[in-house]
């Protein structure tokens, strides 16, 4: 196994998921639905985040997109995430008493937790290493990257100890 090439490809692979999460992005605050939905059939994540912390959710609050706000939830997106300022989708809506948001926003989160109750908050536990991972990161890549690979040595060397 080539690990050099498979070290390549990941940042290849992570420069191409920046690009797409960036498209992702910049598309919720211009309102294009169709873009956005096409970035994440390449590989856009649903839960990407700006230089600030801020998720497509976020913008399109900031934006007063309902339909945007609608097809993130249907899609997914995390409604508990927090910009850098500690501020979450909801927050924002609250703080600039935009009603209807408001209302839209809680009660998905009702709903959804609704559905947590009872479990043991994986997502929760793991919120860093999501979203290092939705991010993409490259310092949590590189990190998993040397892990991995370490482990790829590891197996290989087992493997050739085998075959002697």
């Given at each position: 196994?080539?690990?050099?090439?498979?070290?390549?490809?990941?940042v290849e692979?992570s420069k191409?998921?920046?690009?797409?999460?960036?498209?992702?992005?910049?598309?919720?605050?211009?309102?294009?639905?169709?873009?956005?939905?096409?970035?994440?059939?390449?590989?856009?994540?649903?839960?990407?985040?700006?230089?600030?912390?801020?998720?497509?959710?976020?913008?399109?609050?900031?934006?007063?997109?309902?339909?945007?706000?609608?097809?993130?939830?249907?899609?997914?997106?995390?409604?508990?995430?927090?910009?850098?300022?500690?501020?979450?989708?909801?927050?924002?809506?609250?703080?600039?008493?935009?009603?209807?948001?408001?209302?839209?926003?809680?009660d998905k989160?009702?709903?959804?937790?609704?559905?947590?109750?009872?479990?043991?908050?994986?997502?929760?536990?793991?919120?860093?290493?999501?979203?290092?991972?939705?991010?993409?990161?490259?310092?949590?890549?590189?990190?998993?990257?040397?892990?991995?690979?370490?482990?790829?040595?590891?197996?290989?060397?087992?493997?050739?100890?085998?075959?002697?």
């Open positions: 196994m080539n690990v050099g090439k498979v070290e390549w490809e990941v692979m191409k998921q920046e690009k797409l999460n960036k498209e992702f992005i910049r598309c919720a605050t211009l309102g294009y639905l169709g873009t956005m939905q096409n970035a994440l059939n390449a590989g856009a994540s649903i839960n990407a985040v700006d230089e600030d912390g801020w998720t497509a959710l976020m913008l399109a609050v900031n934006y007063t997109s309902e339909l945007i706000i609608e097809f993130l939830i249907k899609k997914g997106i995390d409604l508990t995430l927090k910009d850098d300022d500690g501020y979450t989708a909801l927050d924002m809506a609250k703080e600039d008493g935009i009603e209807e948001i408001i209302k839209l926003l809680e989160m009702s709903k959804e937790t609704k559905k947590e109750k009872g479990a043991d908050y994986f997502k929760k536990k793991c919120s860093k290493l999501a979203k290092a991972i939705s991010t993409c990161s490259v310092q949590a890549l590189d990190s998993a990257l040397t892990n991995v690979t370490g482990l790829v040595k590891d197996i290989t060397k087992r493997l050739d100890e085998k075959k002697k």
